[in-house]
């Protein structure tokens, strides 16, 4: 099942999984019944929230989240959760998992879910004060990982979730809110310099929610 650019509109027309839950800003919903769904196995869901303030980014240079330029990647609807094309170059991957790998406190290992070669961010529970909401595997300290593809899982506060969606850089994991983190995330993987920037930006964002 592959995704449906509508483009990036700040109203948000985004495709995520029927019954998505993102918590009080966002509702996902389909336009129309199983409108869209056929023969390319293709569903087109609209959401709609709004951001009702400018939301901070401490870690994005500039203090402010972009929009992402271009149609999003297709990503996979099911689980496990992945970037399916226009997948981040390997020399890009590396160098955005090394910075995320020096971040303070990180240890790294493979991860208990994803596809085969996922890569896990981990902090010590017993010394890092966020909350479980913070964390994709709660039990383990796992707050973010990185795909072969390049494209990373983080869980984000609600603001930032909602605005990672907004700006085009992210889709809603398919349980989020149901039986993970209302804020878990799949952020797509960085296509040049700069985006590597701003990705290595958000995943800082949910350490320090984490940490």
Request: proline share 9%; with cysteine.
């Amino acid at each position: 099942m592959k995704s449906t650019w509508l483009g990036p509109e700040r109203s948000a027309r985004r495709i995520a999984p029927t019954g998505t839950h993102l918590g009080p800003l966002c509702s996902i919903h389909s336009t129309s019944g199983n409108r869209g769904r056929g023969a390319t196995g293709t569903r087109t869901i609209t959401s709609s929230w709004t951001i009702s303030r400018v939301t901070d980014w401490p870690t994005v240079p500039g203090g402010r989240l972009p929009v992402r330029a271009g149609p999003p990647p297709d990503v996979t609807a099911g689980i496990p959760q992945h970037q399916e094309t226009h997948t981040a170059p390997a020399e890009l991957q590396e160098r955005l998992w090394a910075r995320l790998a020096a971040m303070p406190d990180v240890t790294t290992g493979p991860t208990k879910v994803g596809v085969e070669g996922t890569r896990a961010l981990l902090l010590d529970r017993g010394a890092a004060a966020g909350p479980d909401a913070a964390f994709l595997l709660p039990d383990d300290g796992e707050f973010a990982h990185q795909h072969p593809d390049g494209s990373l899982h983080v869980a984000l506060p609600d603001a930032q979730a909602y605005d990672a969606l907004a700006k085009g850089w992210a889709v809603a994991h398919p349980l989020a809110g149901v039986r993970v983190s209302p804020g878990m995330v799949l952020v797509y993987g960085p296509r040049d310099e700069a985006e590597v920037e701003i990705v290595a930006g958000i995943a800082t964002a949910s350490h320090r929610y984490a940490r």
